[in-house]
C-alpha cells in the first residue's frame, strides 16, 4: 500500500533546487530590432528520475502563483552578471498551459544576448533550466525497507527564474541532491577520505592489509552516504 504524505515546506525547510528539460516548441525569431525567443521552461506530468534516489514530477499549477508574484528573470546559465530579460521590464512573459510553463522573451540588446540568440537559434544551446523553491510537495512511497522506491510531485514552487542552458539541469540532479545532504548532514556525509594505496608505507604494511584499509573505509563511507540519504528523504523536502 502506497504511503501518501502532502507537506507544505517551511521557511527553515527550503532549498534552492535547478531542474531543467530540453528545449521543447523553441522559436527563434527577429522582428525588427527584437530578437524574440520562445518555448518551455518546465514540462508537466513528466516523471524524471533524481540521481536514482526518487522520482519527481511537475503537477499542474505548480507555477501559477509565483509567476504572479514575483519578478521572474532569464539569465543565461543561471548566471545573474548576464541577465537577458526581466518581467518587471515587460520583456519575459511567463504563463502556465496545459503542458507546463511557457516564455517568451524579448532578449535585451547587450552581447551575451546577441550570443544566446544566436546560440538557441542554431541549436547549439538545446536545453532550458529554471532555479526555484519548494513550497508544497506531495511524496508517496511505494515498498519498504532496501525495495522502498519514493516520489515527489511538485504542487507549488516559487519560481526565481528561467536559464537557456547547454545541458538541461536534470543531468546534474545527482551532485544537486548531494550538494543538499552536505549542507544538512555535514558530519554525516562527510566523512574522512579514503586512504590511497601511495599514501600507505609499504614497509608498515603488506599489499592485502593495504588493500582491507581501503575496503573497509569505503563501506563506512557508503554506510554514511546512505544513512545521509535516508534522512534526506524523512524530511520530504
Given at each position: 500500500?502506497?504511503?501518501?504524505?502532502?507537506?507544505?515546506?517551511?521557511?527553515?525547510?527550503?532549498?534552492?533546487?535547478?531542474?531543467?528539460?530540453?528545449?521543447?516548441?523553441?522559436?527563434?525569431?527577429?522582428?525588427?530590432t527584437d530578437k524574440i525567443i520562445t518555448g518551455?521552461?518546465?514540462?508537466?506530468?513528466?516523471?524524471?528520475?533524481?540521481?536514482?534516489w526518487f522520482t519527481e514530477t511537475i503537477r499542474?499549477?505548480?507555477?501559477?502563483?509565483?509567476?504572479?508574484?514575483?519578478?521572474?528573470?532569464?539569465?543565461?546559465?543561471?548566471?545573474?552578471?548576464?541577465?537577458?530579460?526581466?518581467?518587471?521590464?515587460?520583456?519575459?512573459?511567463?504563463?502556465?498551459?496545459?503542458?507546463?510553463?511557457?516564455?517568451?522573451?524579448?532578449?535585451?540588446?547587450?552581447?551575451?544576448?546577441?550570443?544566446?540568440?544566436?546560440?538557441?537559434?542554431?541549436?547549439?544551446?538545446?536545453?532550458?533550466?529554471?532555479?526555484?523553491?519548494?513550497?508544497?510537495?506531495?511524496?508517496?512511497?511505494?515498498?519498504?525497507?532496501d525495495n522502498a522506491k519514493f516520489f515527489r510531485?511538485?504542487?507549488?514552487?516559487?519560481?526565481?527564474?528561467?536559464?537557456?542552458?547547454?545541458?538541461?539541469?536534470?543531468?546534474?540532479?545527482?551532485?544537486?541532491?548531494?550538494?543538499?545532504?552536505?549542507?544538512?548532514?555535514?558530519?554525516?556525509?562527510?566523512?574522512?577520505?579514503?586512504?590511497?594505496?601511495?599514501?600507505?608505507?609499504?614497509?608498515?604494511?603488506?599489499?592485502?592489509?593495504?588493500?582491507?584499509?581501503?575496503?573497509?573505509?569505503?563501506?563506512?563511507?557508503?554506510?554514511?552516504?546512505?544513512?545521509?540519504?535516508?534522512?534526506?528523504?524523512?524530511?520530504?523536502?
Amino acid at each position: 500500500m502506497p504511503q501518501i504524505q502532502k507537506k507544505k515546506v517551511s521557511l527553515s525547510e527550503r532549498i534552492e533546487f535547478c531542474r531543467g528539460f530540453p528545449l521543447i516548441e523553441c522559436r527563434a525569431e527577429q522582428t525588427g530590432t527584437d530578437k524574440i525567443i520562445t518555448g518551455y521552461a518546465a514540462v508537466f506530468d513528466s516523471p524524471t528520475d533524481i540521481g536514482g534516489w526518487f522520482t519527481e514530477t511537475i503537477r499542474r499549477g505548480a507555477f501559477k502563483k509565483t509567476i504572479t508574484e514575483f519578478d521572474q528573470m532569464m539569465l543565461w546559465a543561471h548566471d545573474t552578471n548576464f541577465p537577458l530579460a526581466r518581467r518587471s521590464s515587460e520583456n519575459l512573459k511567463l504563463r502556465e498551459d496545459e503542458k507546463g510553463l511557457w516564455f517568451e522573451a524579448r532578449l535585451n540588446n547587450t552581447s551575451w544576448a546577441n550570443d544566446a540568440y544566436e546560440a538557441i537559434k542554431n541549436r547549439d544551446v538545446q536545453g532550458m533550466s529554471f532555479g526555484f523553491e519548494v513550497l508544497q510537495v506531495l511524496w508517496r512511497q511505494e515498498g519498504e525497507g532496501d525495495n522502498a522506491k519514493f516520489f515527489r510531485d511538485l504542487l507549488e514552487v516559487k519560481l526565481w527564474e528561467i536559464s537557456p542552458v547547454v545541458w538541461p539541469a536534470f543531468d546534474d540532479t545527482s551532485v544537486d541532491a548531494r550538494s543538499i545532504l552536505a549542507a544538512k548532514f555535514p558530519k554525516i556525509f562527510t566523512p574522512e577520505p579514503i586512504t590511497k594505496p601511495d599514501e600507505v608505507h609499504s614497509a608498515d604494511h603488506s599489499e592485502a592489509e593495504i588493500e582491507e584499509k581501503i575496503r573497509q573505509e569505503s563501506i563506512q563511507r557508503n554506510a554514511k552516504f546512505r544513512e545521509a540519504q535516508l534522512r534526506f528523504l524523512e524530511l520530504k523536502l
